[in-house]
């Protein structure tokens, strides 16, 4: 069964940079579109960015266009996420997961899931 695993979450200033990456245990990751996503608290989970299978192809969310990058390293299983100008609305879990579906910013077509890194900016 693949596993994700999410790291580098944690407490920054408005205005400050994070990076969260992403391992997943599965030899066919590069098979796989991966996505970034983030829940508040009290909000429902949101599309926040993803890449495809080559890496060639990252789409984002409007709310993160600019400030966000996403890329993906296939020799080392992994997928980053840099986040530049943090806001306090960037606070959120964030979860990155795997699609066969190239390209989805639909949840319900991911169908393998991390625990999930907390991000919380502080303004």
């Known amino acids: 069964q693949v596993q994700l695993v999410e790291s580098g979450g944690g407490l920054v200033q408005a205005g400050g940079s994070l990076r969260v990456s992403c391992v997943a245990s599965?030899?066919?990751?590069?098979?796989?579109?991966v996505g970034w996503f983030r829940q508040a608290p009290g909000k429902e989970r949101e599309f926040v960015a993803v890449?495809?299978?080559?890496?060639?192809?990252?789409y984002y969310a409007d709310s993160v266009k600019g400030r966000f990058t996403i890329s993906r390293d296939n020799t080392k299983n992994t997928v980053y996420l840099q986040m530049n100008s943090l806001k306090p609305e960037d606070t959120a879990v964030y979860y990155c997961?795997?699609?066969?579906?190239?390209?989805?910013?639909?949840?319900?077509?991911?169908?393998?899931w991390g625990q999930g890194t907390q991000v919380t900016i502080s303004s």
């Open positions: 997961a795997l699609s066969i579906v190239p390209m989805s910013t639909s949840l319900n077509q991911y169908n393998t």
């Open positions: 599965t030899r066919t990751f590069s098979t796989y579109s």
């Open positions: 890449i495809s299978r080559s890496g060639s192809a990252p």
